[in-house]
């Protein structure tokens, strides 16, 4: 079992910027590809973004390329999401995931691990 743990997330401008962080905790957490993916209300859960074992390989969805950066510290078993130029569509509850697969994937059902989410709101 893999425990995720998200925080950071909160209220904030357009145009602002936040850093969500997801803690994780009982299993090696460099075996793992970990994702965020996002919730808004009413609509379907989608990929954000992505990152390998070792960081090297980090594929974003279209709608957040070169405004958000997904990296991971090993050491300290905690994936970020550092969210820069948000815009108020970027509203949602942020889902941190594990994937024990050796490739990427951006489909949620492919991920066998999830946090409970933090919410994410951007005032226009």
């Known amino acids: 079992q893999v425990q995720l ?5 909160g209220l904030v401008q357009a145009g602002g910027s936040l850093r969500l962080s997801c803690a994780a905790s009982g299993r090696t957490f460099s075996n793992y590809i970990m994702a965020w993916f996002r919730q808004a209300p009413g609509k379907e859960r989608e ?3 992505a990152i390998s074992r070792s960081g090297s390989s980090t594929p974003y969805a279209d709608s957040v390329k070169g405004r958000f950066t997904i990296s991971r ?3 300290k078993n ?12 970027d509203t949602a509850a942020y889902y941190c995931a594990a994937s024990g697969n050796w490739l990427i994937f ?3 059902g492919m991920y066998d691990y999830w946090g409970q989410g933090t919410q994410v709101t951007v005032s226009s």
């Open 5 to 9: 743990v998200e925080s950071g997330g």
């Open 47 to 49: 990929f954000v973004a």
């Open 73 to 75: 510290d090993n050491a």
């Open 78 to 89: 905690t994936v970020y999401l550092q969210m820069n130029s948000l815009k108020p569509e």
């Open 106 to 108: 951006t489909t949620q």
